[in-house]
């Protein structure tokens, strides 16, 4: 039998570096091979219409409430992956004045699938207008707005680009504040008083993602003056986006 030799310790240490950088190549390019596939799916190109919202018909009502419940605001609970699954209520004149007198609540804690790394961005605008936005790609972005009654809790935020979050217009009127803005104006408005405003935000995964690809939001009110379903898209022009993580390039 011939002896058994033992390798020196330098050597075991030169095989293990190289297994475990072989690992991490290896992780790294199933990474850059998920965000490509993530690429070719719908919704991960960069590219909207209409300031990143789009009004797809009248409103639906995909959440039963009561008059009981006016002025209130329902939070679904949050699905196996921890991701937020509905908000809706019917928002009253009085219900607004009130968030209007406690005013901006600080957001305390991340939505789910925000990023460990939120990175600067320069996002043109979609009509090539020459406007642009540099800052935060990612905004905590709530379902039903702060100026609306929502809460900062983790049930009501989802990971938005900012362009989700505002639209790119130079009156921030896009996205999600679309909506927003349509219904605090109905809000504000003292006529309104007896006639309360329908709200619901659904937002839409796919598969496993951990950041919504779009978010829907239905809003009638009692006249039906306004009746909307809305589809806000989560991208941002120039951009493209791995929904799992919130990684961007």
């Known amino acids: 039998m011939y002896p058994y030799k033992i390798k020196p310790l330098w050597v075991t240490m030169v095989q293990l570096t ?4 072989v690992g991490f190549a290896i992780i790294a390019w199933l990474l850059t091979l998920r965000a490509q596939e993530n690429a070719k799916q719908p919704g991960a190109q960069p590219g909207t219409t209409s300031n990143y919202y789009s009004i797809g018909g009248p409103a639906e009502h995909p959440y039963q409430t009561d008059a009981s419940s006016d002025g209130t605001i329902t939070y679904c609970p949050l699905d196996e992956l921890s991701r937020p699954t509905c908000a809706y209520g019917v928002l009253t004149t009085e219900s607004r004045l009130q968030a209007k007198q406690r005013g901006r609540q600080d957001i305390t804690v991340n939505p789910t699938g925000w990023p460990e790394k939120n990175q600067k961005a320069t996002i043109k605008d979609y009509k090539d207008s020459g406007a642009s936005y540099y800052g935060w ?3 905590r972005s709530h379902m039903v707005a702060d100026s609306l009654g929502g809460d900062p809790i983790k049930e009501n935020l989802v990971t938005g680009t900012r362009t989700q979050n505002v639209g790119l217009s130079k009156d921030h009127n ?5 909506a927003e803005t349509k219904a605090r104006d109905y809000l504000d408005n003292p006529a309104n008083a007896q ?3 329908y709200y619901a935000v659904t937002p839409n995964y796919q598969n496993s993602e951990l950041i919504p690809r779009t978010v ?3 809003m009638e009110s009692c006249d039906q003056s306004i009746s909307e379903h809305i589809t806000v898209f989560n991208t941002a ?3 493209n986006i791995d929904y ?3 990684r961007i390039g």
Do not use: K, R
């Not at 896009?174 to 679309?178: F, I, L, Q, W």
């Open 174 to 178: 896009g996205g999600m504040a679309y």
């Open 18 to 21: 190289i297994v475990i950088g």
């Open 244 to 246: 799992y993580n919130g």
């Open 137 to 139: 790609f990612w905004n």
């Open 216 to 218: 829907t939001i239905d």
């Open 195 to 197: 006639c309360p405003l």
């Open 237 to 239: 022009d120039g951009w």
